[in-house]
Each structure stands twice: as C-alpha cells, then as structure tokens.
C-alpha cells in the first residue's frame, strides 16, 4: 500500500485505504488555525485582486521589511518564499552533495529535499518520551554539514527550549555545521523563547518560518527564511524570479497586523488542548506532550493504530497516519486542534471506537 506521504487532500488517504469517501467529512490531518483566516484578509480580500494583474515585487521588498523589522534583524537577513516548503527545498538545493542529520521523528521534506540534491541522510532519533537527548549526536555532527531540528516538532508538538537550542549552536558551530530550525509553528505557542537575534552572533542558525498554519493560507503558499545574510544570498540564487506571488505577499502583510488574532487563537487551542487531554486521559488513551495546535493520539490496546485510523475514516474522520515518520512507524496517529464542536465530534468518534473495542 502507498501511503500519502503528507495529511491534507484526504481523498489520497481514502483512496490508499481503498475505502469510500464519506459525504461528510472533518479533517484532522492538516494543523491549520481552526479560525480561519485573519478578519482583516477577509474585510480586504477584494483589493487583493489588484495584485493579479502585476508581476509581483521578486524581492518582495515591503513584506520582508516588516518582517525583519518584527524580528529585530535587517531585510538583508529575510528571504520570502512560494511556502516554508519552497524554503526547505531551496536549503535542499544549497546542501547538494553534502551530509545532513535530522532529528527524528520530523516533517518529511527535510530528508525528500536533501536527499534529491544527493545529500546523505543520517537520522538522529528522538525516543517517544520525546525529551531532548544528545546521545552520540557528536560523532554525527562530526561529519555532517547541516542539522535539522523541527521546533516545536511535527509530529510530537513538543518544543525544545531555547536553552537547548543555544547548546546546539554550540555543538554545530565547533563541527561548522549549519543548524536548521523549522520554526512553522512557533506562533500557536503561549511562550515562545525567540531565537532570531541568535543570528547576529551565529552565522549557521537558519530558521524557517510558515505564515500558513496561524493564518490559515496554505493555498496562498508563503513562508520565509531569518538567516545571515550570505546564507540568504546563496539560497536565494537557487530561487526562481517572482517565486511568491503577488496575493501572497500583501496577504502576509496584512497577517503580520493581526496580534489579537494570533492571541485569540492560542487561547482558543490552549482551552481545547487542555479538554481533549483530560477526555483522552480518563479514556487511557495516550497522548504526546504538545504544546501547540497538533498532537499524537495511541490507543495503547493497538501495537499499530491501522484499524483505529480505519473506524475514524469510515465515519468522515481524518486522522493524519505516522506511518512515514522514522520513529513512529504507524504506532500513533496525529490530529489537529479544531474548534470546540469539531473536537466534540472527534471525541464522541473516540468514544464509539472504545465502545466498539467491547
Ligand atoms: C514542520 C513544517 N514545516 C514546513 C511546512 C510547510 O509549510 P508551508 O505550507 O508554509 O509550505 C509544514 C507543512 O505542513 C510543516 O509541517
């Protein structure tokens, strides 16, 4: 069986599964802002259209000044790209031929865009405690040219405070290792330690950062890269001209404008998370130490959660499977935050499952 190798498009699941698509259907696989997108997007949607007739700015110029100034680093350190995804490619790219570590379990196009540019792959794994662990990182880092780090990571939801960070920095900055961290969903956390102004004193951090998930575009496609400058210039040579469309980066800047909204969301999900945890606990089920708007589900009865993913499905459920995360290999499933009526749904679905287990 071929395993979609991402959540979202759940007809790819279906279909793998062989099974029909409910008419009624709640996807959890896709960890999107439950909210939607921000209101002011909404209120001046139709002045975005103005956009469609222009080539965009290549460097997207306004965009990147805003963000840099957020972050407290010059637009010299920002590149703008089609999606975090386009990122992580054009990283790929700048890594040809070279040697890269990942921590494991992750997002999966660290490895897909590493491995496509001939760059070699060695994993290092994180146990399902998922508590930050050196263990023989060193004699990895020895030979290997970047680290990847997804923080918080997806798929636990686990974060790794800066603290840990800062001793990688140190770790990889005396192998001359470049660290990668993919920050996607660092905005859901209530207590984010921000790591951007390490920059200036380490030229090998690269962050990447997602604008799809807080803000519910990931059809606009748009993310960037806080990195040193040569950094953002090697990579951007590797970067198609008008690679971020011209929506796309005046909807980022409206974004950029919407702290109540990101305020209102981690509220949202803190209150959601903390009911669906005590449902799962009082259900025995097991669950990952998530602090953001995603987390792993175990029924721990199931040494795979196959036939759990099967229930949920045939009951228009959408769970996202781990079948393809080093680590997990399919022993847990992975579900988004929803809104409160959502999340009911999913939890009276986990109900009928248990029940059905009698
Ligand atoms: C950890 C992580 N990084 C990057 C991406 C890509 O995000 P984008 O939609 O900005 O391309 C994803 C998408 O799921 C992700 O989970």
């Not at 974060?159 to 900055?173: A, G, Q, W």
Request: include cysteine; hydrophobic fraction near 40%.
């Amino acid at each position: 069986m071929k395993w979609p190798s991402h959540g979202a498009n759940p007809h790819f699941l279906y279909e793998a599964m062989n099974l029909p698509v409910p008419k009624e259907k709640l996807d959890f696989s896709a960890n999107i802002n439950p909210l939607g997108p921000p209101p002011v997007l909404k209120e001046n949607w139709g002045k975005l259209l103005e956009a469609v007739t222009e080539y965009p700015d290549p460097h997207g110029t306004i965009l990147k000044r805003k963000i840099a100034e957020r972050e407290g680093l010059q637009e010299s350190n920002v590149l703008l790209g089609n999606g975090a995804a386009e990122v992580i490619s054009l990283i790929g790219r700048m890594l040809a031929g070279n040697q890269a570590v990942i921590v494991q379990p992750a997002f999966s196009e660290y490895e897909e865009a590493c491995r496509v540019s001939g760059c070699q792959v060695q994993y290092h794994q994180i146990p399902d405690t998922w508590a930050w662990m050196d263990d023989d990182l060193d004699a990895k880092l020895k030979k290997a040219d970047a680290l990847f780090l997804c923080n918080p990571s997806n798929p636990t939801g686990a974060y790794y405070s800066k603290s840990i960070i800062l001793h990688l920095l140190e770790k990889c900055r005396s192998q001359q290792c470049l660290l990668i961290v993919d920050e996607a969903f660092y905005d859901f956390l209530a207590d984010y330690e921000s790591i951007s102004q390490c920059i200036n004193e380490y030229p090998n951090l690269l962050i990447i950062r997602s604008m799809t998930k807080m803000f519910a575009i990931p059809g606009l496609r748009l993310g960037y890269l806080l990195a040193d400058p040569a950094v953002i210039r090697k990579i951007a040579a590797f970067q198609p001209h008008w690679s971020t469309n011209g929506i796309a980066l005046k909807a980022g800047e409206l974004c950029l404008e919407s702290e109540s909204y990101i305020k209102e969301t981690i509220t949202l999900i803190e209150q959601e998370r903390q009911r669906l945890f005590l449902f799962y606990q009082s259900r025995e089920m097991l669950v990952s130490p998530s602090r953001i708007n995603f987390y792993l589900l175990k029924d721990p009865t199931l040494s795979n959660q196959y036939s759990f993913l099967q229930y949920l499905l045939n009951r228009g459920i959408i769970a996202r499977h781990t079948v393809n995360f080093p680590g997990l290999e399919g022993e847990w499933l992975r579900f988004a935050i929803k809104g409160p009526g959502d999340n009911d749904k999913l939890m009276e679905a986990v109900d009928g499952w248990l029940d059905s287990r009698l």
